[in-house]
T-cell receptor, first 116, second 114 residues
Framework: DADVTQTPRNRITKTGKRIMLECSQT?????MYWYRQDPGLGLRLIYY???????NKGEISDGYSVSRQAQAKFSLSLESAIPNQTALYFC???????????????FGSGTQLSVL | QKEVEQDPGPLSVPEGAIVSLNCTYS??????FMWYRQYSRKGPELLMY????GNKEDGRFTAQVDKSSKYISLFIRDSQPSDSATYLC??????????????FGQGTILTVHP
């Protein structure tokens, strides 16, 4: 079984609809992240959470919200979807760094979202 | 100007070739440098990790960091068709007692043909 599981794998929705993308992990990591990937733009950070009570905005949080329901679960919501939110969304986890290890992310397989 | 610049390619090479993938960056505080490999419709997976300047070798892969030039490279020797993927560089800076979040390059699409 995958260590970081995202559901759904694909989603097509209409402009104005509210949708939720879900992420769960069995790695036991404290830190969880949501990224979006667009062609030519790489991965951009939407939100991140270092523990259940800690939620932080990333570089492109407008139009998104998150909920950290438990250490293992982190969901991303689009309150009113718009076409330019069409992208590949990734959830990632990491353990709290030790020493000089820096940050190592482990990614799920992604959710392809299309907003019509 | 983006903090991290990476040539998106695409790059197409014959099997057995030496591949060089590169990123430049502008933030001199970056000190952790990583390369992720992403196969089609999969999430990125960590391939190489280096701290500060120097070289690191792992099998056919060598990661190189030149902090004075703000330039990092990934070399793949004896490239194989299974190396066909998108390669993303990523880097972060230490912030106090914590670690900064990763900043990614745009990714380079590599195809190795038999």
């Amino acid at each position: 079984d995958a260590d970081v599981t995202q559901t759904p794998r694909n989603r097509i929705t209409k402009t104005g609809k509210r949708i939720m993308l879900e992420c769960s992990q069995t790695k036991g990591h404290d830190r969880m992240y949501w990224y979006r990937q667009d062609p030519g733009l790489g991965l951009r950070l939407i939100y991140y959470s270092f523990d259940v009570k800690d939620i932080n905005k990333g570089e492109i949080s407008d139009g998104y919200s998150v909920s950290r329901q438990a250490q293992a679960k982190f969901s991303l919501s689009l309150e009113s979807a718009i076409p330019n939110q069409t992208a590949l969304y990734f959830c990632a986890t990491s353990a709290s760094p030790h020493g000089d290890l820096g940050e190592k992310l482990f990614f799920g397989s992604g959710t392809q979202l299309s907003v019509l | 100007q983006k903090e991290v610049e990476q040539d998106p390619g695409p790059l197409s090479v014959p099997e057995g070739a030496i591949v060089s993938l590169n990123c430049t960056y502008s933030n001199s505080a970056f000190q952790y440098f990583m390369w992720y490999r992403q196969y089609s419709r999969k999430g990125p997976e960590l391939l190489m990790y280096t701290y500060s300047s120097g070289n690191k070798e792992d099998g056919r892969f060598t990661a190189q960091v030149d902090k004075s030039s703000k330039y990092i490279s990934l070399f793949i020797r004896d490239s194989q068709p299974s190396d066909s993927a998108t390669y993303l560089c990523a880097m972060s800076a230490r912030e106090g007692t914590s670690y900064g979040k990763l900043t990614f390059g745009q990714g380079t699409i590599l195809t190795v043909h038999p």
